[in-house]
């Protein structure tokens, strides 16, 4: 009783339960039943359910729907054990001749320990490393029954999924709101097999043909040297390729445009990018390409926002989702399909549909709505599922086929290759989150991490020993038959087809689609971006690329750079705008939304709480923002501060509304400016900046209540637009709507570019 681990062993169970401890028990985990964690503060309100969601649904056979986390798991037992299951009595003590001799080799538990955690990591991907997921059902409308006979877009069809959101050239630990493509992947785990829409935020590319893959990527990571810049687009080897290789314009400046720093994963469209081949039950194919529409709007952060998150809040995104899924702001899709006659040229209006540099504007093919996505659960282990999750463009279904275009055509080769390498062999489609929810019977065996026990003899076909199992399909069965389309008669070539070669049309119908506010958004951006760059030749090269979008464009970045604006190598046509292209303009819906409520208590507190209320029946989420944290105890029920001005920054609301005029936060540094402060002695230099911040990003301030000093003191223009003071919340709230479904109040933004 006397060994001094065992002593030292009692004591930490002394200072963990306080002496509760079960009778037998050693500290540890608390079991199952016995949860003993600590209820977390509230920083969000659930949201009411919509009336259509009547809480979780089933658990499937595969158990991969279980919403405690525990299908396919890991731990049982209440006591602490080896891999081997052998229980241990400690685990913070190394074995040693003594207290203070020697650790003894045969410590199994140690080397053990250690060294699972020395092959804890994985390498990450190769391109979209840092990413978020959530599970989800996809729910078919049955209206694409004409053009496929892919069994989950029947209406009514409900399908498991997973929804993986990545940033493409940061590393896994880099910062969510970089200027980047978002990457935008599916896995439909239908009756029919696994389907994976391996999609990005940007409906183009920016090569033509995956050999180009490599060089782009090597272009856009950080310079092997130095291995710098993290996670950004905005340095000479970037900037190199992409001028160099001019079909990457168009791809660039959408990633100039706010299309490259989204407000939120929920908020993003998405596109299957290439052209896919449908066929019907009676065998006719359609070319289409596939669209993600969000029931929230698309929606982008400003550059300034975007930075300060990745200081402030590098998970912003990740966070976003997570929090929005816990709180029961389930995020929808609508999946919609642009469809085309699938003719000899696969070509539509003049537009080559084998070219990923190109779109079809929605104006000359309308995207029809097939089904409904809806994300609701969060994964329970981020490296189990959102880290392991492995995606490829051949996971197909009857009904669904591909195309020609070299790039999809690269890409059906990479996505298997890559896997090998990241998940360590071939048996990856073995993980609980890689598992297809329909039967598997293949006759693949063995490999690195075999997990299946698979029976029987003879793993070959046919054969006459295993009662000549598995059977081959046919189409009746549901075989997935590959479409036998005609191929043209040709000679092996490395060559593109002469439509590959126009390279700007489309950058120039993007910019002619853009509103004044977002055309000046996409002139700093690539003022910034170019200005980066060290090297003069690439700067004007970059010019040169802009020369041929637009003339405007190109002097206001050449006049931001110092540089002289080239004239143009190509034809400036006059290019059809796509409306559809332009965020703005729109009413978008409020769901989602977060609003500050900057208050202190001291002010109709009896407002502050209906404000929430009506906030949160109409879908958007209040937070209270208080000079410290704790409960603001103003008659009536007590208000819960969810932020404090050390935690608030403006990046994290859409709104702002203040109540009175909150005191200064104890914490609070002087104010730099001894004169402002005399002007607004009351004024927390933190609520000011708060306010300063969302003014300069667009963003709807309200209040009430003696907020116009406060506004005052932050020195916004009195009658500035969407800045809304009235007498009562309630006021206050219905101006605050109209502006919220705006998104931002655009006219802040000054718009010198008319054209
Ligand atoms: Fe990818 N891409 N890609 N890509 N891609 C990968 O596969 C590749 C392309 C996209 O959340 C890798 O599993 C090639 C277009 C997404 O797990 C890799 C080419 C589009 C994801 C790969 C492309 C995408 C990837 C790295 C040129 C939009 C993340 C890790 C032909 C339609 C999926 C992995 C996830 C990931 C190769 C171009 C989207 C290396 C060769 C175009 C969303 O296999």
Not at 49 to 69: E, F, H, L, W
Not at 74 to 92: F, I, N, P, V
Not at 648 to 658: G, K, N, P, Q, Y
């Amino acid at each position: 009783d006397d060994h001094p681990v065992k002593a030292a062993a009692e004591k930490l169970k002394e200072a963990v339960t306080g002496g509760q401890t079960p009778e037998d028990g050693v500290p540890g985990k608390p079991g199952p039943e016995s949860p003993t964690f600590a209820e977390p503060t509230e920083v969000r309100e659930p949201l009411p359910p919509k009336a259509d969601q009547s809480g979780p649904r089933p658990v499937s056979p595969t158990g991969a729907r279980s919403r405690d986390g525990r299908a396919a798991a890991a731990q049982q037992g209440e006591r602490l054990t080896t891999a081997q299951g052998d229980r241990l009595y400690d685990t913070d003590h190394s074995l040693k001749a003594g207290p203070r001799g020697p650790v003894l080799l045969q410590d199994h538990h140690l080397r053990e320990k250690i060294t699972h955690f020395d092959h804890e990591r994985i390498p990450e991907r190769v391109v979209h490393a840092r990413g978020a997921a959530a599970h989800g059902v996809f729910k078919g409308y049955g209206r694409a029954a004409g053009v496929t006979k892919a069994a989950f877009l029947g209406k009514g069809v409900e399908t498991d999924v997973f929804v993986r959101f990545s940033t493409v050239l940061g590393s896994r630990g880099s910062a969510d709101t970089v200027r980047d493509t978002r990457g935008f992947a599916t896995k439909f785990y239908t009756a029919e097999g696994t389907f994976d829409l391996v999609g990005n935020n940007i409906p183009v590319f920016f090569i033509q043909d995956a050999i180009k893959f490599p060089d782009i990527i090597h272009a856009g990571k950080p310079h092997p040297d130095r291995e710098i810049p993290q996670a950004q687009s905005a340095h000479d080897t970037f900037w190199d390729f992409v001028t160099l290789h001019t079909e990457a314009t168009h791809h660039t400046l959408w990633n100039m445009s706010d299309r490259g720093i989204p407000r939120s994963y929920r908020m993003m469209e998405g596109f299957g990018v290439h052209t896919f081949r449908l066929e019907n039950a009676a065998g006719e194919t359609t070319l289409v390409k596939f669209h993600w529409k969000p029931k929230l709007g698309v929606h982008s952060l400003v550059w300034e926002e975007a930075q300060i998150a990745g200081g402030v809040d590098p998970d912003f995104h990740r966070r976003d989702l997570a929090d929005a899924i816990e709180a029961g702001a389930y995020p929808e899709w609508e999946l919609g399909i642009q469809t085309f006659p699938d003719t000899p040229e696969q070509t539509f209006e003049g537009i080559d549909l084998l070219d990923s540099t190109k779109i079809v504007p929605e104006e000359l093919a309308p995207v029809q709505p097939i089904g409904l996505l809806t994300l609701d659960r969060n994964p329970s282990n981020y490296f189990a599922e959102t880290e392991q999750v492995a995606f490829h463009l051949g996971h197909l279904v009857p009904g669904i086929d591909v195309t020609d275009d070299p790039l999809f055509q690269g890409r059906l080769f990479s996505y298997l290759d890559t896997q090998i390498s990241r998940l360590g062999g071939p048996n990856f489609g073995q993980l609980p989150i890689n598992r297809p929810h329909a039967p598997v019977n293949d006759m693949l065996r063995d490999g690195m991490h075999q997990t299946a026990v698979h029976r029987g003899v003879a793993p070959y076909h046919p054969n006459s020993l295993d009662a000549g199992c598995p059977f081959m399909a046919g189409a009746d069965t549901g075989a997935d038959i590959e479409v036998p389309v005609e191929l043209p008669a040709s000679r092996k070539v490395r060559e593109a087809p002469a439509s590959y070669d126009d390279h700007f049309s489309q950058a120039r119908l993007f910019w002619l689609s853009m509103s004044p506010p977002e055309r000046e958004h996409i002139v700093h951006a690539y003022s910034f971006e170019l200005g980066k760059c060290y090297e003069q030749a690439i700067k004007e090269r970059g010019l040169q690329s802009l020369a041929n979008i637009d003339t405007e464009l190109c002097a206001q970045v050449a006049a931001a750079l110092g540089l002289p604006a080239p004239e143009p190598t190509e034809p400036l046509r006059d290019e059809q705008p796509s409306p559809a292209l332009s965020q703005l303009g729109r009413i978008w819906p409020l769901d989602g939304r977060i609003i500050g409520i900057v208050t202190d208590g001291s002010a109709d507190a009896d407002g502050v709480r209906t404000v929430r209320r009506h906030l949160l029946d109409a879908g958007m989420v209040p937070l209270v923002i208080a000079p410290a944290g704790g409960k603001l105890e103003a008659g009536g029920e007590p208000i819960t501060v969810q932020r404090t001005f050390a935690t608030a920054r403006s990046i994290e609301f859409d709104a702002l509304l203040v109540v009175g005029v909150p005191a200064a936060g104890t914490d609070a540094l002087p104010a730099r400016d001894a004169k402002a402060k005399t002007s607004a002695s009351t004024l927390d230099p933190r609520l000011r900046l708060l306010l300063d911040e969302a003014f300069r990003h667009g963003k709807a301030i309200g209040g009430w209540a003696g907020a116009d000093q406060v506004l005052d003191a932050a020195g916004l223009p009195a009658g500035a637009p969407g800045v809304v003071v009235a007498d009562s919340g309630a006021a206050v709230l219905d101006e605050m709507k109209e502006l919220l479904g705006a998104h931002r109040v655009w006219e802040r933004f000054p718009a010198r570019l008319n054209g």
